[in-house]
């Protein structure tokens, strides 16, 4: 060896001395260049020549005794021009390859993997020692280094075992082919094909590729197209030899996944993991930062977010590598870096979360354990929840371009599209919601196109702010974060109502900019509950957050390529068929045969019967047999029935039916409440005689109720329905806070004294760990600055909003105390139980008369709280797909900014512009202006905020003894807890959720019956037949059905208008009428004289 001594060192940077300092590492060993020996390694059966070699190269070799055939020479000796080299009988390579390579061990006939290949020297050693036996796959991310690799065996001719696939090493799951020494699979008919992927078998490699190949790929480059591997691509073969057991195989066979139990069988005989690193070991490779310049080594080198992130890099390689080794095999893991951080701490932390790695037998045991169905690499850290398990990847690439320019136009456009659709819909008769899903799709094409038409040049190339316009292919991360931005538009803010209630119904004075300030501050504030509460609701797999999983199905049908088996759709198929025909169906409902939204079978067979239209109407009744057959009804009030869980579907209906069928008819015939006055089910407020009640009588002209013409207008009712809604609602606040106390009190306890412990991440908490947090600082900031902005608006505009600064601390307080417990059943069931009853109870009883601060009090205490729920449900969905925190921040932001100015914008076009728009006694017959939110939205403001709770629900009031709703809510989930412990085995126990069983009907009304009755029925076909008896069906199709549904009804619905509802162009024949029921609506006591209706 070399006498390190008697060399010059290399002049090192201060920052670097002080790195190898912290590691106990002498400086001295980063000599200067031309000290550093060289190493060759001899191929098995030329050993005989060494005195020839040494001859041509002019340089005595010396034999390094602890590898076999290997020998160094002196650093300046080139060996390039020698014979033997070109001849292939030797080759260089570093001793620390050839150490990592030794230690594998490998023996003849054995299967090695090689998961980070490039550039090819360990891969020439592996398949020297194999000899005509066995083979050696080899992986890397990047093509161009890979395809060196490619040459360098061709060179040496050691290629005939051999594999090359471009792929990603943290995800890559194909097996080795086993086939007998020296044989092949190629079939008689192989020499007619030729490898590629248009062809079902593989022929033998040809070396020279076609031309159109070659051609295209050069297109590429010019075009700037990513030399990495997309996550979206499968394995990309691009070598392999005629003993490598390719040849003679289909494509199919090649790729296809196998289950966990054959992979401990039929994986890996060894696997090297030689993982991608610092290099603070390689004294070649420092050396070459004096020519680089020492701030790229700074940059490459020393920073400490690049070592964080490179160790969660390795830990993924390491884990997958030991997940494709068989059963008794042996892995190897080794880096350039000397620190422990890349090397000890990730071997450590690996055995510690698999602790079974060293141990065979017990290896043995775990695979006789293994789920068949289960291919995953990292199994026993996935999700706890099946259907996450089923459904999201496990796998990430970060090194995506995620904030893009193509990210930016298309998420904006997509966020003020649907701003604008959803806000025009919105005062319709049948709200047509349209969901982020149609932008998710709509933009895929958008992204392709950009991503082909965009030129690729670098802006400010070299500086700190450089950044292109066409960074590479359109890829999952960006269309996830344009989605995000459309999430913002897809929702309707609630602060809206105020301004159609003050402006439409109480017809008073309320400026653009004050409204503008209101929907902005409850918008915003929920970023702060969001970054509060985000440690609890989005990292822990128990909240799972149901209905993400429906775009991250559809995401995965988009991008991920998949072959179709026989017989069967792949996603992408099924979708599109699925949309083209929910497409085609929905111009039946929605325009040629409207009654499909509600077919109420027992009106047409009892035409002139009151009882039986009651009994029998979807829509005006309690529903009993009425079914609808469009989607839009179905879905529109509590989302997709196939997103629901089983246990959550039964819990609503539960409380439907017991509402509905149980409740609601012994209060209507026994008269409580004079509850044959009134319809049966009804939203409308009325006198104590049965007619419509005239709220504008009772308001002055300083917007506050005159208690003389109240006492003159008599007392206000409810109809039975609407009135037990609201003692639903009171049960369903109390058990929210006691079941969340009770089943889920201990976990959130445990997060809140030590955050996370590393064995209670699953794995996709553990991939968010490479990125970069958003700051608790951020949210803080956002919530305090929003909070003293609303102070202080509702301060300098109190005339218009009527809320005291000490109502806007109230309501903050009470959307940061249930932001956590419902944010839990929201998490879990896919339901939001609402704040609004509580929020309007509390500032009624505190502030009567004064309707508009009801209003705000409620957007401020409730609306906040629901929006901070919309901005957790979107980190879940980020957290799902590997998305940076800090760009999700950014884009919804952003998008709420932009979806809040739209929305504002459309509502106040509306108002100013559709005549008589939400007033159903002034519009024509069959206007679909008739706002059935706004209309619910504004009774509650004179039930709470101009009467106000006392001369309602109150001591001044004959429905009080309905508060008695708050008890039986607390003390149901006891019952429930008791029952539980007392009978641990009967699991159906525990899936009874108090609160989604009471606020089964919190959206009735605007929602009816028949939109229960169908959901329901969807929701058990598909969360409990077809996930309970054919689950490979269910998670192949399930959410990628509620996605085309939602699609291809959105694009239907805004065509159908762009045609013909913007001309007014209606039907008018008996299918028009959606429900045929006039009689639903009537009264049946006594003496009650209705207009339409039989006096009894």
Known sequence: MMDVEETSSLPLPDAFLDFLNQHDLDPSIYTATDSIPRYIRIKPGYEDLLEEIESDIRCKLERVCWLPNFYHLQPDVRIASSKA????????????????????????????????????????MMLDILGSSGSVTGVDIAKHRLAACRTMLQKYSLGGHCRLFVADGTS????????????????EN??????????????????????????????????????????????????????????????????????????????????????????????????????????????????????????????????????????????????????????????????????????KQK???ISSNYSDDVSSSSQSENSPIEQVALTVPITDVSTLPVVTFRMWILGTLACILLSFLNQFFWFRREPLSIGSISAQIAVVPLGHLMAMAIPNRVFFKGRKFEFTMNPGPFNVKEHVLITIFANSGAGNPYAIHIVSAVKVFYKRTLTFWVSLIVVL???????????????????????????????????????????????????????????????????????????????????WIFPASVLAQQLGSGL???????????????????????????????????????????????????????????PIFSDGLFTSDGQTYNISAIIDQNFHIDFNAYDHEGPLYLSTFFSMTYAFSFACLSATVVHVFLFHGRDLWQLSKSAFQEKKMDIHTKLMRKYKQVPEWWFLSILLVNIAATVFICEYYKTQLQLPWWGVLLACGLAFFFTLPVGVITATTNQTPGLNVITEYIIGYLYPGYPVANMCFKVYGYISMKQGLTFLQDLKLGHYMKIPPRAMFMAQVAGTLISALVHLGTAWWLIDTVPDICDRALLPPGSPWTCPGDHVFYDASVIWGLIGPQRIFGNLGHYSALNWSFLFGAIAPVIVWIAHKTFPSQQWIRLITVPVLLAGIINMPPATSVNYNSWIIIAFLSGFVVYRYNQKLWSRHNYVLSGA????????????????????????????????????????????????????
């Not at 439907?656 to 012994?666: A, Q």
Request: net charge neutral; with cysteine; hydrophobic share 40%.
């Open 85 to 124: 080299y070109q001849e292939g009988k030797m080759y260089g390579i570093d001793a620390a390859s050839g150490a990592a390579v030794t230690a594998l061990d490998i023996s003849v006939g054995d299967h090695v993997l090689d998961l980070c290949a490039a550039p090819g020297a360990k891969l020439c």
């Open 363 to 365: 290896q043995k045991e």
């Open 172 to 187: 890559f799951s194909l097996l080795p082919v086993r086939v007998h020494s020296g044989s092949t699979l190629q079939n």
């Open 521 to 603: 501050t409850t918008q915003v504030l929920g970023f702060g509950w969001a970054g509060l509460f985000r440690k609890y609701l989005v990292e822990p797999a128990a909240m799972w957050w149901p209905h993400n999983l429906v775009q991250v199905s559809l995401f995965r049908a988009l991008h991920e390529k998949e072959e179709r088996a026989k017989n069967e759709l792949t996603r992408n198929q099924f979708f599109l068929i699925a949309f083209l025909c929910s497409f085609a169906y929905y111009v039946f409902p929605g325009y040629l045969f409207p009654m499909l939204s509600s077919l109420s079978w027992l009106c």
């Open 620 to 678: 005006h009744g309690l529903g009993m047999g009425a079914i609808g057959l469009d989607w839009s009804s179905i879905s529109s009030y509590l989302g997709s029935p196939l997103a629901s869980p089983w246990f959550a579907t039964a819990n609503i209906a539960a409380g439907y039916f017991l509402i509905m069928y149980v409740v609601t008819p012994i209060m209507y015939w026994s008269n409580v409440y004079k509850a044959k006055t009134f």
């Open 190 to 359: 192989a020499d007619e094909f030729a490898s590629g992927e248009k062809f079902e078998v593989y022929g033998e490699w040809k070396s020279r590729r076609p031309w159109k190949e070659r051609k295209k790929e050069a297109i590429a480059r010019e075009k700037g197209v990513s030399k990495l591997f997309s996550p979206t691509q499968e394995p990309e073969l691009i070598f392999y030899g005629r003993y490598s057991g390719v040849v003679g195989m289909r494509k199919n066979e090649l790729y296809q996944k196998m289950p966990i139990s054959e992979v401990l069988q039929l994986g890996y005989d060894k696997v090297l993991v030689d993982a991608e690193c610092t290099h603070d070991g390689s004294i070649k490779h420092v050396q070459k930062f004096e020519q680089w310049g020492w701030t790229t080594f700074q940059r490459r080198v020393l920073d400490a977010e690049r070592t964080d992130d490179l160790t969660i890099l390795q830990l993924q390689l390491l884990t997958n590598g030991f997940r494709l080794l068989r059963v008794g095999g042996a892995l190897v893991y080794s880096t350039c870096s000397l620190t422990f951080a890349q090397n000890e701490d990730v071997v450590e932390r690996f055995l510690s979360e698999n602790t079974y790695a060293v141990d």
């Open 1045 to 1096: 549904l939602d699609a291809g009804l959105a694009f239907m619905g805004v065509l159908l208008y762009l045609c013909l509802g913007m001309e007014h162009v209606r039907l008018n024949w008996w299918g028009s009428d959606a429900d045929q029921c006039p009689l639903a609506k009537c009264p049946t006591a006594e003496g009650v004289v209705v207009k339409g209706c039989p006096v009894f």
